[in-house]
């Protein structure tokens, strides 16, 4: 926005909201108003940030929202509630301020395709909106082709509740229902996957309901990994918190899950063994969102590969993907990440659209998790381009301390809690 | 901890200039800067016909990735497979493992798990029976993240505990897949503890399969196989017999499992 | 070194952006670069720094006072810590002080007190 002076802006603002407000869904032909057109594929973190800050750094260009749902379930704090400790109804966040306050025209529809070369995305009702340049937050798939004997159907049975929805529920009910003395047995997978440390945080919060409700009850967390994100710190929690009620038993442990059969509740390891759950919870391999695939910027890793400068697709030029659904490492998959890689691509689309040089680009992570509703643990980080590669700054980051007090650990759930409601409010706007 | 793998990340991201998802001409000819490659080719002139490396184009866990090598060959007496070499070209000691393959291993496929010290390109050579060489390359970008950060707990006492998968039954004229797991922390040789004092290495640095007495597979392994080493192979066993799997490490501990295969 | 290269470049960049425009007299940096990198701070202190709360507002409170802190806890000199040391680690002395800037520039919203 350098040196644009603000009588000016005025007018643009004015006339971008003009155009907005009028909408043009009817008229693919016409791109956008005079500061462009962008349409946003996915109200998430990643895509409702997006939209929100184009608006900002530049109201004389349109954003157009496509978003299917009325209303966004995060992941993030989706545990509390298997756990019994927030309502669903706290996990949701409508539209109403980005279109009230920030301008954004929201288009409540699912994106059939995407045609790269023409630009312009068509909607299931076959009808057409053109871009100047699209922003994708599609998020993740689940993977059913990676492990045997889980799909779509096996889910209902066996619920995987890594997206906040229905199969929360399901998985909540279970959990619910489940005998005392039973056993949770939660399988993870091989990174990268969306939210590292989130098999963890929910097994701990599932412990906290079990011990709470049904106390002879067990937990098996069948890991395809041999570490994971803030190791030390849960399990230093699992200890001090549950006792023995979690075992934990990693990739070389034979923690591997290769085969689900969800009707039996049953899975089974790499070196043969089965094991059976009273209630078995399956998170799979996953994979970028459907409409990445389409619009072609997905790799045979099945994400997206972007230029880290700008986060635009390596293979598709106008195309910009963040969130979980890029590959971003060493920034891992999570709603902080997503809502600080959208912001840094909201400001390169605009100084595209301007015909300038992207600004440089920082971004930062927190991921603070719950093991019970007054102990949290956090790892942070901030990252840069070093040498074209997306880097964390050395001597930067890391996780908590361990051996901290309980005052230190109330602190970080608070913060938590805190985070949750301010990083929310940053994505789609104050609460209505 | 901390220090090692951010000098890591820093080395990873630097070393990944110029990487791109679809590698450059200069990238695939990587392995003719690599002594050892060039010394097993000797004058052979390689192709990289039937032989494929399936390897992450990113790792956010270098010291654990997954790694497939397999080749598109028929494995009888007449012809088949040899040998499979393997070897990163920036890590410290670029020969990762070797594997030597019969007809009895049925089908020419390994999947192990290696460490990568920075971003890099991955060489596999295989040699036929007749003397003809297939090379392959892959690049992997190594991102490591404080969000994925690793415990290193290792107790000594699991050392040389192993775990296998062998079919109890195969059908004739098929192969069937063997698992192998050995709990060991393979040392690599070139860390330095707290005192600046280098750790000498310790790894299991051989594994051998026979049917009976018919060797199946041996492997050679370095540095660069991951801690607790992982070996799928294939089995395509002639009769009914004793599968027999033996482990050697640098203090000449050895593991020896036994399981009986039936042929039906 | 290569960090400093990249932001030596991306100045280069701007300030040509800001010679070809009406704002030449500005010796300010870039203020998009300051308000992206203060958009670190919002996904927790809410956006432009005006959330309460557990998280202290930033916005309007004075340069010193945001300048100190951040220093501090670079410095690892502020009892109790948890993420902000691991933070502000990301930053230098040049990040910290455009930081404080920028919401001390901003006024506090009408919930919070300004200080």
Redo the contacts between chains.
Sequence with gaps: ?????ISRRAVLRFLGLGVAALGARGFPAIAGGDGGHVVVVGGGFGGATAAR?IRR?DPSIRVTLVEPRARFYTCPFSNLYLAGLRSFDKLGHGYDALRRIHGVDVVPAWVEDVDTVARHVRLRDGSRLAYDRLLLSPGVDMDWQALEGYDAAASEHAPHAWKAGSQSHRLRRQLEAMDDGGVFILSAPANPYRCPPGPYERVSLIAHFLKRHKPRSKILLLDAKDGFSKQPLFMEGWQALYGGMIEWVGLSADGRVLRVDARRREVETEFGARHRAAVLNVVPPQKAGLIAHRAGVTDRSGWVPVKPETFESRQVDNVYVVGDATVAAPMPKSA?CA??QA??AA?AIVASLQN??P??????N?CYSLLAPEYGI?V????????GEIAE?P????I?PLEAGSD?RA??A??A???Y???C??TWGPRG | MMSRRKILCLIGA?AAVGFSPTVPARTRQQWRQLEPVLELLGDAEPTPKGLKMELPPVSENSSAIPLTVSVDSAMTAEEHVESIHLFANRNPNPTIAAFRLTPLTGQARISTRIRLSESQTVVAVARTNHGQYRVTTRDCRVAGSGCLMRNDNHDPRDDMQFRIRVPETVTRGEDAEVLTLIMHPMETGFREDETGRRIPRLIVHSFTAHLDAAPVLEAAFNSAISANPYLRFHLRPPHSGTLEMQWEDDLGRTAKARAAVRVS | M??KQ??WL?AG??SG??V????AA?AEP????TE??A??C??????DGR?G???EPLAGRSYEALQDTLLAFRADTVP?A??MP??????DEDEIRALARYFSSLEASSAEVSR
Excluded at chain 1, 359 to 364: F, K
Excluded at chain 1, 380 to 387: C, Q
Excluded at chain 3, 30 to 33: H, I, K, L, S, V
């Design positions: 926005m350098a040196g644009v002076p800050y750094f902080f809502n600080s912001r840094m400001a300038r040089a600004p440089e680009p920082v971004w930062a927190t956090s942070a980080g901030v990252y840069r381009l070093i040498d700054v001597n930067s980051g890391g908590s230190f602190r970080e608070r913060y809690q805190r985070w409601a301010s990083i409010d940053d | 630097g | 290569a960090v990249l932001r991306a960049v701007v952006l800001v070809s425009t009406a704002h500005a870039d203020p998009r670069r992206l990198l958009g670190v919002f996904s927790c202190h809410g956006t959330h709360g557990d998280f109790g948890t993420v691991r933070l502000v680690k990301g930053l």
